[in-house]
Antibody, heavy 119, light 110 residues
Framework: QVQLVQSGAEVKKPGASVKVSCKASGYTFTHFFIHWLRQAPGQGLEWMGWINPSNGVTTSAQQFQGRVTMTRDTSISTAYVDLSRLKSADTAVYYC????????????WGRGTLVTVSS | QSVLTQPPSASGTPGQRVTISCSGSSSNIGRGYVYWYQQLPGTAPTVLIYRNDQRRPGVPDRFSGSKSGTSASLAIDGLRSEDEADYHCAMWDDSLSGWVFGGGTKLTVL
């Protein structure tokens, strides 16, 4: 079954870091880009960045540069996003999604991971 | 503040035609393709329309997309209760080397 399975919900304190995983199955992991997006409660979607699993090259949105790290482990077909120096405004559902090319639409999404930042 | 602008809400009665707009500028919509995603309550988005007006296989032909200048629209004909969802426009922005989204439109079927 072609799917992206994300890790479970997280609760973090301000200033901490969070790492969310996204395991691909049913397709060749290195043939598709993996993007990370988030959606704050009641808000729209915000793109965070992408990773090319075939070579590990990443690009992140300007507002996340310096705080976000995207990695992958091809041996287990899993991508990761690490967001540091968390603030309450980072409370959101974090999604991974794949695309055949970095500028083509997202044709497969994970179910999302809720990250709550609260003191 | 989203790069692309959508109305926060839209509504219609069953059978009606509803249109959702997405406006941008000459540096984004005016230069590239617009995509539309549907997000049913409590689920992840799925793509409806790609490259301005192409329906993804399996999407009913009640859904159509268009683009003119720096604006794009999603139209839903013969509105049905199951169309109640959030709709997001998106596009790849070459100048940012990344994806930009509208703020999303919540469609209510009355």
């Amino acid at each position: 079954q072609v799917q992206l399975v994300q890790s479970g919900a997280e609760v973090k304190k301000p200033g901490a870091s969070v790492k969310v995983s996204c395991k691909a199955s049913g397709y060749t992991f290195t043939h598709f880009f993996i993007h990370w997006l988030r959606q704050a409660p009641g808000q729209g979607l915000e793109w965070m960045g992408w990773i090319n699993p075939s070579n590990g090259v990443t690009t992140s949105a300007q507002q996340f540069q310096g705080r976000v790290t995207m990695t992958r482990d091809t041996s287990i077909s899993t991508a990761y996003v690490d967001l540091s120096r968390l603030k309450s405004a980072d409370t959101a559902v974090y999604y991974c999604a794949r695309s055949l090319m970095k500028d083509l639409y997202f044709d497969l999404w994970g179910r999302g991971t809720l990250v709550t930042v609260s003191s | 503040q989203s790069v692309l602008t959508q109305p926060p809400s839209a509504s219609g009665t069953p059978g009606q035609r509803v249109t959702i707009s997405c406006s941008g500028s000459s540096s984004n919509i005016g230069r590239g393709y617009v995509y539309w995603y549907q997000q049913l309550p409590g689920t992840a988005p799925t793509v409806l329309i790609y490259r301005n007006d192409q329906r993804r296989p399996g999407v009913p032909d009640r859904f159509s997309g268009s683009k003119s200048g720096t604006s794009a629209s999603l139209a839903i004909d013969g509105l049905r209760s199951e169309d109640e969802a959030d709709y997001h426009c998106a596009m790849w922005d070459d100048s940012l080397s990344g994806w930009v989204f509208g703020g999303g439109t919540k469609l209510t079927v009355l």
